[in-house]
Every structure is written in C-alpha cells, then in structure tokens.
C-alpha cells in the first residue's frame, strides 16, 4: 500500500510561483497513476491534474492549463506540481492522490490520499 504526504504549500503574492511535493512511500508507487486535486473552502474538491505512471500522460483542469505543470519522478518516489502565474482563486488546500488503471479526471476513482497542504496566494 502507498502512503502519501504532501508539501510544499504556503503563502504567495498573485502571480508568484510554488512548487508541490508528493512523496510516496511504498515501493510500488511506479504502478500508479497520480492526481492533484484542491478543494476551497465552502467548495467541492476540484481536479487540478494528473500524471500516468511513466510519465508519458498528463491532464490537465482548464482553470490551470498554461500555468501548471505536473510531473514525477519514480526513482525519488515524488510527484510534483510546479504552479505558477498563482491567483487568489488558486487558495485551497491541495490533495495528491494515487490510483491504478489510468489517468482520470474524478476523485472518486482515486483510491490513495494525501493529508493536504494548503495554498494561499494574496492579491
């Protein structure tokens, strides 16, 4: 069973940069397809992106597309979100998730999740 945790959340002026951390444990994590979802307060959890398990497959939400770049590294175990151009509609508190079987928009089909970690960006 993988187990994740996030990092790398905080507090940043619109249009500054974070990078999201999504580290694995487990030696299986090469198996699995991975996702970022966030969810604001008083809202239902949103997809954000996702990545296959090589690499080779990305999604991508339209609120993110062109700012947001998704990608993994399966010697390291990680999965990152390296986000940029942030606006104040991107605060929430960011979810990694992990499935087998392919990449998915829904966070239903995702059987793994991280505890969060929260974003902010200030205007």
């Known amino acids: 069973q993988v187990q994740l945790v996030e990092s790398g959340g905080g507090l940043v002026q619109a249009g500054g940069s974070l990078r999201l951390s999504c580290a694995a444990s487990?030696?299986?994590?090469?198996?699995?397809?991975m996702g970022w979802f966030r969810q604001a307060p008083g809202k239902e959890r949103e997809f954000v992106s996702a990545?296959?398990?090589?690499?080779?497959?990305?999604y991508y939400g339209d609120s993110v597309k062109g700012r947001f770049t998704i990608s993994r590294d399966n010697a390291k175990n990680t999965v990152y979100l390296q986000m940029n151009s942030l606006k104040p509609e991107d605060t929430a508190v960011y979810y990694c998730?992990?499935?087998?079987?392919?990449?998915?928009?829904?966070?239903?089909?995702?059987?793994?999740w991280g505890q969060g970690t929260q974003v902010t960006v200030s205007s």
């Open positions: 487990g030696r299986t994590f090469s198996n699995y397809d």
């Open positions: 998730a992990a499935r087998a079987g392919g990449l998915s928009y829904y966070s239903s089909r995702y059987d793994i």
């Open positions: 990545v296959s398990w090589t690499g080779g497959n990305t």
